[in-house]
C-alpha cells in the first residue's frame, strides 16, 4: 500500500476519484496526491477519525494544507502510547518518490479526545467535511456505538458498507433519509480497491465538487 501503488492500482482499476483515509492521520496524502496526479486521478485528502466514543468518521478536505493542519490538531489529542510494530504493524510515512521518509511513534488505532459532538462544526472549521463511517457495521460505527443518531446532527451523507441493510437502517433511522448514502471499497488492502461499480454525480471533476455532492449541494 506505497503511494504509488496505490494510485497505480486505482487507475488499473479505473477510478477517476479516490480518498486517502488512513486511520487518525493524513500524514501519507501527500505523497498519494502525488502520486495519483501523476495517473490523471483525483486524490482527495482526509482521515478516518476514531472519536473519544470509538466512533469512526471520514473527514475530507478541500485542501491539503487544511488536512495536514488538521492531521496536527487531532496528533496532538491522541493518547501518547508507544506504537509496538510487533503487534500493530509500522506506521511509516512516505514522501513522493515513494520511499519511506519517517515514521509515527505513537499508536494511531487509539480514540482522539475529540468528541463526534462538534466534530462537523470542527472539520467544517478547516474547510472540510464529515460523514460517519460503515454505520451498518456492529463496532466502532455512530449507530453501533451510541446507540442512535443525535437529533441535532449536521452531516449530510453516511456511508454503509453493505447496501443490502440500507432499507432496515433507513427505517431504524430516519434521519438517514436525508443523506446521500455511499459506500466504497475501504480498502486497507491493494486488492480489496473496488472497480467503479457505483457512481457519484457531481458538477464538477474536482475536491471542490466531490464535496459538495457529499454535503447535497449544488
Known amino acids: 500500500m506505497t503511494p504509488a501503488n496505490i494510485a497505480g492500482m486505482a487507475a488499473i482499476k479505473g477510478l477517476d476519484v479516490i480518498a486517502v483515509t488512513d486511520h487518525n492521520s493524513c500524514k501519507n496524502c501527500p505523497a498519494v496526491l502525488a502520486a495519483a496526479e501523476e495517473y490523471g486521478i483525483l486524490a482527495i485528502p482526509g482521515m478516518e477519525i476514531n472519536t ?6 471520514v473527514c475530507l478536505f478541500e485542501e491539503l494544507k487544511a488536512a495536514m493542519e488538521f492531521d496536527a490538531y487531532v496528533y496532538d489529542r491522541l493518547f501518547p502510547f508507544p506504537n509496538k510494530e510487533e503487534i500493530f504493524g ?3 510515512i512516505y514522501n ?3 520511499q519511506v521518509c519517517g515514521t509515527v511513534p505513537n499508536l494511531l488505532i487509539n480514540a482522539a479526545d475529540i468528541s463526534f459532538e462538534g466534530l462537523w462544526e470542527l472539520v467544517r472549521g478547516y474547510g472540510g ?4 463511517a460503515h454505520v451498518d457495521k456492529t463496532a466502532n460505527s455512530l449507530i453501533a456505538n451510541l446507540g442512535f443518531i443525535p437529533p441535532d446532527s449536521k452531516f449530510t451523507a ?3 458498507k453493505d447496501l443490502k441493510k440500507l432499507h432496515p437502517l433507513k427505517k431504524a433511522n430516519p ?6 448514502i455511499i459506500s466504497n471499497s475501504d480498502a486497507h488492502y491493494l486488492e480489496h480497491i473496488h472497480e467503479p461499480e457505483l457512481t457519484l454525480q457531481v458538477e464538477e471533476k474536482s475536491v471542490k ?4 455532492a457529499l454535503m447535497n449541494m449544488k
Open 52 to 57: 473519544s466514543e470509538e466512533v469512526h468518521a
Open 90 to 92: 509500522r506506521q511509516q
Open 96 to 98: 513522493t518518490d515513494d
Open 129 to 132: 467535511i464529515m460523514f460517519p
Open 158 to 160: 453516511a456511508e454503509v
Open 175 to 180: 434521519y438517514l433519509e436525508s443523506c446521500r
Open 209 to 212: 465538487g466531490v464535496l459538495q
